[in-house]
């Protein structure tokens, strides 16, 4: 019965640091993404640094898409196509030619 016991509660003990490591990585994945969404009240400040209240509700409307399921890459999408390429610190591929014009005329 001791022996029983001892595993329930080493089955607890895991279960509990498992689930407790998970939400931490999701808030640290959360967290990085924060930084590559810019602030668009604030000039060259991700919505991770700002306490405006754009970011603050952005932030809360990007956990609660998170948590419903949604990827990082949708968020992203939707929030290029909501306000434009502006709101990422990572631009897309998209541009490499006007990136590199500049390059190939010199």
Not at 23 to 41: D, F, G, H, M, P
Not at 68 to 75: Q, R, V
Request: hydrophobic residues 40%; aromatic residues 14%; contains cysteine.
């Amino acid at each position: 019965m001791k022996i029983l016991k001892s595993i329930y509660r080493l089955f607890f003990i895991f279960c509990f640091v498992l689930f407790t490591n998970i939400s931490l990585a999701n808030v640290n994945q959360l967290s990085e993404y924060y930084k590559t969404i810019r602030c668009l009240v604030c000039e060259g400040q991700s919505i991770q640094e700002s306490d405006t209240e754009f970011a603050i509700n952005l932030k809360e409307q990007i956990k609660k898409k998170y948590e419903s399921g949604m990827d990082l890459k949708e968020i992203n999408q939707e929030l290029i196509s909501i306000y434009g390429e502006e709101i990422s610190f990572n631009p897309s591929n998209d541009h490499f030619i006007l990136w590199g014009l500049p390059l190939l005329l010199y």
